[in-house]
């Protein structure tokens, strides 16, 4: 069983501790051998995932079938190759579908139709306005814990449809992570000991993105000094804590790490711009980056973020 559930936490992304709480008298790998996938839910699937592993693959329904074959074969046949139905979203289609949605088409152009339909009933609007519902719930849950920067959740309609996405994205796998399940690596939290290179003797830090667990272990790995979370820099409205201070070739460098953010321009003169003024008058140099990795030291510092 042991091996069972190293085999699914890998295949999963999620760790053996919270697998031998949860699920430690669960069968976790497929009848092929390979470790069962998670559903959207958070439960173990049936299989791997694998078509041939389910369990109605290759069952014959030869009444299904003749019923398939029977209707393809005439000529009126609704499966008859290459027919279409019109009538599918027609102004007519949508007619119906507005009034047996309860809203008042009463003297509405066919114009007036097609707006309606875009902005009350087509999958993208129900799909936007649940998008919305997660990001304000998610919000007022995580802000604090996943230091997530300010989202206006009381007028979401001024951001543009691919900030809502990303938004969503990033609320969706918060919510897995938290229900132990996620896969998700951007706000990934992670208790890191045991280092070597940390000149404030920290003995653990509890990173709050896989980001920033990459980036330690890079110090580490390079034998390269570095602190976590220990400066702290007066702003105009209260304090900022960036990510990491490390020591290269007689250099300090404080390091902001971000995976994305919603209005770059609020957050530099809010909080970078005030380090950067820091930096200068404290012999350090300022750094920015959205890398989920350090590909090399030197193109880590060179990403130098400075006040024209």
């Known amino acids: 069983m042991n091996k069972d559930i190293e085999i699914f936490s890998l295949s999963n992304g999620i760790s053996q501790e919270v697998i031998q709480e949860k699920w430690s008298k669960k069968n976790l790998l497929c009848k092929c051998g390979d470790p069962k996938t998670l559903t959207k839910s958070g439960r173990i699937a049936s299989t791997c995932g694998k078509k041939e592993c389910h369990s109605r693959f290759g069952v014959a329904r030869p009444g299904h079938s003749e019923f398939m074959k029977r209707n393809a074969s005439t000529i009126s046949g609704c499966f008859q190759k290459g027919k279409v139905n019109t009538f599918i979203n027609s102004v007519e289609w949508k007619k119906k579908a507005l009034t047996n ?38 919000y007022v849950k995580w802000k604090e814990l996943y230091d997530i920067e300010d989202i206006d959740i009381e007028n979401l309609d001024k951001y543009s449809t691919e900030q809502i996405r990303v938004m969503k994205k990033v609320f969706q796998s918060i919510k897995s992570i938290e229900a132990g399940t996620g896969v998700a690596r951007r706000y990934k939290r992670t208790l890191m000991t045991g280092f070597k290179y940390n000149f404030e003797n920290q003995e653990s830090v509890f ?20 602190c976590y979370e220990t400066l702290r820099v007066r702003t105009p409205e209260s304090y900022y804590v960036p990510d990491i201070v490390f020591h290269y070739k007689g250099y300090k460098y404080i390091l902001e790490i971000k995976g994305f953010l919603l209005d770059e321009s609020k957050y530099f003169s809010s909080k970078i711009i005030p380090c950067i003024n820091y930096a200068n008058k404290n012999g350090y140099k300022m750094l920015f980056t959205y890398d989920p990795k350090i590909e090399t030291i030197e193109k880590l510092i060179s990403q130098e973020v400075t006040v024209d």
């Open 101 to 138: 949605k309860g809203v008042d088409i009463a003297n509405s152009t066919d114009e007036d139709i097609e707006i309606l339909f875009k902005t009350q009933l087509s999958t993208n609007a129900k799909s936007l306005a649940a998008a919305k519902t997660i990001i304000a719930n998610g």
């Open 207 to 226: 990173t709050r993105s896989s980001y920033e667990t990459t980036y330690i272990k890079f110090f580490e790995k390079n034998h390269i000094w570095w």
